[in-house]
Structures are given as structure tokens and as C-alpha cells.
């Protein structure tokens, strides 16, 4: 499982602890697997407060250790400028690892396929990491930013 904190540095925030229901406005959750590992609002494991978005790997379905298709999207937003950073904290709640890939979209109406892979990040940790990601090839694009856990094979 991975849990984090993110923001679009100096542009657009979200705690996950202003809204008292998950996914917060505007953000979209796709479970295009149908399983049962899915994006949700933890309301313990915070970095500095007390929510997070956390997503389950999909441990319990044999070969499947390697796949997820769960994104968590947020709304629309527009990098402005030449340095703009998306950054946001991350840690693994136990031992086993996955990895966390980062897409975008610059489509109106995103469709799973219309993202592209920007960075994936193998989460181990369990203690939490500050990461921050270039947008700088997005500057006055507006796009879509997807988050989706993969579980690593045992």
C-alpha cells in the first residue's frame, strides 16, 4: 500500500484534509481492473495532519502480483511558468514494496489509454519521502495527473 500527500508547488494544493469525503472535488478514482484494490481517504496515516489517499495492492488474486489499474486523477490543472514542480510525499505503510507511477494527460476528456507515464518511483520506504517531478514540458498546457500503485511480485 502507498499513502501520500501531494501538490503542484506555488499553483494548487490538496491535503486530503478539507473535505470530509474521498475523492475530493473534481478528482477522479478509475478501478478499470474491478478488483478490490482501490484508492480511498486514510484517516490515520497523514503526513502532517491526519488523511492521506492510499491505495491496496492486488494481493489475493493469483497472477496478478504485477498489475493494478487503479489511478487516482486529479482535476485539471495548468503548470505555469518554467520551474513548476509537482510535488507530493509518499511512504509504505509495510514491508512488502510497489511502485508508484505518475502519468499525464493532456486530453479535454482524459481516457485511461490518453495518459503518458512521466516517472514511476519503487516505494519501500516506509517512512515518508518528499518527491518532486519536473512539469516544465507542460508549461500553459493544462493536463490531468494520474497516480497508480503497482504491487511488486513476491
Keep these: 500500500?502507498?499513502?501520500?500527500?501531494?501538490?503542484?508547488?506555488?499553483?494548487?494544493?490538496?491535503?486530503?484534509?478539507?473535505?470530509n469525503y474521498f475523492p475530493p472535488n473534481d478528482w477522479i478514482i478509475v478501478n478499470e481492473d474491478c478488483l478490490d484494490a482501490v484508492w480511498?481517504?486514510?484517516?490515520?496515516?497523514?503526513?502532517?495532519?491526519i488523511h492521506s489517499a492510499t491505495c491496496y495492492g492486488d494481493t489475493l488474486y493469483s497472477g496478478l502480483d504485477?498489475?493494478?489499474?487503479?489511478?487516482?486523477?486529479?482535476p485539471r490543472v495548468l503548470p505555469q511558468g518554467?520551474?513548476?514542480?509537482?510535488?507530493?510525499?509518499?511512504?509504505?505503510?509495510?514491508s512488502a514494496g510497489c511502485s508508484l507511477d505518475v502519468l499525464v494527460s493532456t486530453s479535454t476528456l482524459p481516457t485511461m489509454p490518453s495518459f503518458s507515464l512521466v516517472q514511476t518511483l519503487y516505494v519501500a520506504e516506509t517512512l515518508w519521502i518528499q518527491q518532486?517531478?519536473?512539469?516544465?514540458?507542460?508549461?500553459?498546457?493544462?493536463?490531468?495527473?494520474?497516480?497508480?500503485?503497482?504491487?511488486?511480485?513476491?
Excluded at 480511498?40 to 495532519?49: A, F, I, K, L, Q
Aim: aromatic fraction near 16%.
Design 40 to 49: 480511498y481517504r486514510d484517516v490515520v496515516e497523514g503526513h502532517t495532519g
Design 66 to 74: 504485477f498489475t493494478n489499474l487503479d489511478y487516482l486523477i486529479t
Design 1 to 19: 500500500m502507498v499513502i501520500y500527500i501531494l501538490l503542484l508547488c506555488s499553483a494548487w494544493t490538496e491535503s486530503f484534509e478539507t473535505q
Design 132 to 154: 518532486m517531478i519536473s512539469l516544465n514540458a507542460y508549461s500553459g498546457v493544462p493536463i490531468y495527473i494520474s497516480f497508480r500503485t503497482r504491487q511488486i511480485g513476491r
Design 82 to 94: 518554467p520551474d513548476t514542480l509537482l510535488c507530493f510525499w509518499y511512504r509504505a505503510s509495510g
